[in-house]
């Protein structure tokens, strides 16, 4: 039973690089969502999508982007990473409607130098 | 600005204290209200939640305490253990989207 699966785990990227975060989820939900986490600030959203082909900005998307096309897999792209961008970010998916459990991933550690 | 309002940001307990941990949300549209534990290197795993039509929802040694008019709800720990030493993040969610608290560190001293 996989869940919620990011890759990479750790990854160290320099000023202007750009990179994609990977996920993907097995259970087959509608929703997935990108987080943010960073210290005394909980998880801030960054990107969601409400199914495949449909994707709308959350609370911080200025310089991520994404796309969605299948149901399983989510990935979020930073276009020209910057030291503010450095963060945990994390991964999460839930069946679409009321009331349902939203999974989370391990998490991606990314420091931009 | 900071939709969802935790306090406090940290607290010791003994082994086998209390631990309570409060929330305020201002949006009346979020539809349930979970609490995620988080422990170092790991993500946010789900705890316990309620909808906003209960007012009190206990599993084990963990309730939630909600109160829809005031718009706080609350996390309270019996029986606290060491293993319970964590990070706790109180959210209100709406169509799959969360909304989190700032969290709380708790650590169980032996």
């Known amino acids: 039973n996989a869940g919620v699966t990011q890759t990479p785990k750790f990854q160290v990227l320099k000023t202007g690089q750009s990179m994609t975060l990977q996920c993907a989820q097995d259970?087959?939900?509608?929703?997935m969502s990108w987080y943010r986490q960073d210290p005394g600030m909980g998880l801030r959203l960054i990107h969601y999508?409400?199914?495949?082909?449909?994707?709308d900005q959350g609370e911080v998307p200025n310089g991520y982007n994404v796309s969605r096309s299948t149901t399983e897999d989510f990935p979020l792209r930073l276009l020209s990473a910057a030291p503010s961008q450095t963060s945990v970010y994390f991964c999460a998916s839930s069946y679409g409607g009321t009331g349902n459990t939203i999974y989370f991933g391990e998490g991606s550690w990314l420091t931009v130098v | 600005q900071q939709q969802v309002k935790q306090s406090p940001q940290s607290l010791i307990v003994q082994k086998g204290g209390i631990s309570i941990i409060n929330c305020a949300y201002e949006n009346t549209a979020f539809d349930y209200f979970p609490w995620y534990q988080q422990f170092p290197g790991k993500g946010p795993a789900l705890l316990i939640a309620?909808?906003?039509?209960?007012s009190e929802k206990k599993e084990g040694r963990f309730t939630i305490s909600f109160n829809k008019s005031a718009k706080q709800f609350s996390l309270h720990i019996m029986d606290s253990q060491p293993g319970d030493s964590a990070t706790y993040f109180c959210?209100?969610?709406?169509?799959?989207?969360?909304?989190f608290g700032a969290g709380t560190q708790v650590v169980v001293t032996p």
């Open positions: 259970m087959n939900h509608e929703y």
């Open positions: 959210a209100a969610q709406i169509w799959g989207k969360l909304q």
């Open positions: 999508s409400v199914g495949a082909g449909i994707t």
């Open positions: 309620i909808r906003p039509d209960v």
